[in-house]
């Protein structure tokens, strides 16, 4: 079911950016790459016996940056009751929750601000042209 969950997400991800049908199935199959599961091999958590959070975090990131590029009170609602599952599966996961709601932060404050003042503000670029 969770894995379901996350290629649902994936895939809406994949709709939102007009991804063919092929690359929309190989982008699904990301949360069954065997090795996805023990790469964060030990660390602050060890998530080789998570493997349901792993799934999860992944369909939360998908769907995150889905929402970000299109909102919708449907995908703001699926959002939230993925994370709101994510949470709930293991008691401790909010701050990969935050690290993996980052990305999406950051292209919704750089599309509301321009991504030339996130520059700036950031020292990355000189104020001047």
Same mark, same amino acid.
């Given at each position: ?8 997400? !994936? ?21 069954? =790459? ?9 660390? !602050? ?53 935050? !690290? =993996?709601?980052?990305?999406? =932060? ?24």
């Amino acid at each position: 079911m969770l894995l379901l969950l996350a290629q649902a997400a !994936i895939v809406t991800y994949c709709r939102t950016f007009s991804f063919g049908t092929v690359r929309q199935i190989l982008a699904a199959l990301l949360p069954v =790459i065997p090795g996805a599961m023990y790469a964060w091999d030990g660390g !602050i958590a060890d998530l080789r016996r998570d493997a349901q959070l792993v799934i999860l975090l992944t369909g939360c990131l998908f769907l995150s940056l889905a929402y970000v590029a299109a909102p919708s009170w449907k995908r703001g609602v699926a959002l939230g009751l993925l994370f709101g599952l994510t949470q709930w599966s293991r008691d401790n996961a909010a701050a990969m929750m935050a !690290i =993996i709601a980052l990305p999406g =932060i950051v292209f919704a404050v750089s599309a509301v601000v321009g991504w030339a003042a996130c520059q700036r503000s950031f020292g990355l670029v000189s104020g001047r042209s």
